[in-house]
């Protein structure tokens, strides 16, 4: 599970994406699916506190949203909502919606996808075009021989209507953030501090 968060302040760049979230398999609420907070986007950015979940937490030690920030009483008040999923939904969220993963009550594998996409000419952070948060270089991926133009088979043709994917974004020219402006979010906050 994780700790109840928003998006935004771990992507950075422009608050004008969307996540898309796709269960790779059935996802009953007790394999630990995902819920939001329904109407917590309109908040806008919310302070965070550090999160203190103990064991079984993704990012036990992280921040999360301070819940008391939210009106849980009146006509705008948010609740909890999730689903039991299946395959081939999608959830698609704005990056200021408060969300979680619950407790994976079961000894299975919950498998998942999560995507994110915003408008092209909107600002996108460095850190966000690395894979695993810096974890990995796309070097050392591609030195892996599964991604590229596909090798022409023994004695054959090259296929000419493969497309070498390969840093596919920097053909956009996107207009990319270098570092983040932590007070745009909270100076205190460390998105890698998990």
């Known amino acids: 599970r ?3 968060h928003q998006d935004y302040p771990y992507v ?10 796709v ?3 059935p996802c009953p609420d007790e394999l630990g699916g995902i819920t939001v907070l329904a109407g917590s986007h309109k908040f806008g ?4 506190v550090r999160g203190d979940a103990g064991g079984g937490v993704v990012g036990s030690n992280s921040h999360m949203v301070n819940m008391g920030s939210l009106p849980w009483t ?3 008040r948010v609740r909890w909502v999730t689903a039991d999923y299946n395959s081939g939904d999608v959830l698609i969220f704005p990056s200021h919606t408060v969300h979680m993963a619950l407790e994976n009550k079961t000894g299975m594998t919950r498998l998942s996808l999560d995507c994110r996409a915003q408008p092209a000419a909107e600002p996108v952070s460095e850190r966000a075009l690395t894979p695993n948060w810096s974890r990995q270089t796309w070097e050392d991926i591609y030195s892996s021989g599964h991604f590229g133009p596909r ?4 004695g054959g043709e090259a296929d000419e209507d493969c497309v070498d994917l390969r840093y596919y974004w920097k053909r956009q020219n996107p207009n990319v953030v270098q570092g983040f402006d932590r007070t745009s979010f909270q100076s205190t906050f460390d998105p890698m501090d998990y």
């Open 2 to 4: 994780t700790l109840p």
């Open 12 to 21: 950075l760049g422009t608050a004008r994406f969307v996540t898309c979230w």
């Open 23 to 25: 269960p790779l398999g």
């Open 45 to 48: 950015l919310l302070p965070l």
């Open 74 to 76: 009146g006509p705008n």
């Open 151 to 154: 090798a022409p088979p023994q």
